[in-house]
């Protein structure tokens, strides 16, 4: 007889001293296959083999023998559209150095004072008289400054802010010129 399949079914024999199925009734054998008969030994098949599915087949990487030789791709360009060109550094009319901040006295009291790129206001509000306070500067280092009204030409000063100048607070007194 032939080995037990582990993890199949055992196969089960029908002895002499079985019951013998009522009338009519089958064993359950699948179509095609006879029935058992009482009192015959019945063996079931094996479970079939089951074998798996080859895998799809893979190209073989080109060997260097069977490969043309390539001309490396161009290197991509980017393309930056350019933006507005900077103007050019603004004349400077003077330079100042202080430790903290500064005071703008400007003729006239209306010009807007505007710290690096940020508006800051007319400079009747920061000429520390009158109600007007001094401006302290965030941070020590260069600091350009512009004082502009229209009807007037615009002046640009530099802000030097270090621990080493003589003055806590400049005055920055200017009187800006008016277009004829």
Known sequence: SAAPIPGAPAA?????????????????APA???AAVP?????????????????????????????????????????VEAGPTPEPPP???AVFKCRRGAEFRVDPEEVLVTVDGQLLGKADDWDGAGGGKAYIFPAE????????????RSVWVKVVVTPSAKRDIVAIDTELEEIE
């Open 141 to 152: 280092g260069d600091h350009l400054v512009k004082l502009a009204l229209t009807g007037f």
């Open 32 to 34: 095609g296959e006879p």
């Open 91 to 93: 004349p400077i009319a």
């Open 39 to 79: 009192g015959q030994r019945v063996e079931q098949a094996p479970p079939p083999v089951l074998r798996p599915k080859p895998l799809p087949e893979i190209p073989a990487p080109a060997s260097p023998a069977t490969t043309e030789a390539k001309v490396p791709a161009a290197p991509e360009i980017a393309v």
């Open 12 to 28: 089960e024999a029908l002895s002499p001293a079985a019951d013998p199925l009522p009338e009519g009734q089958t064993t359950g």
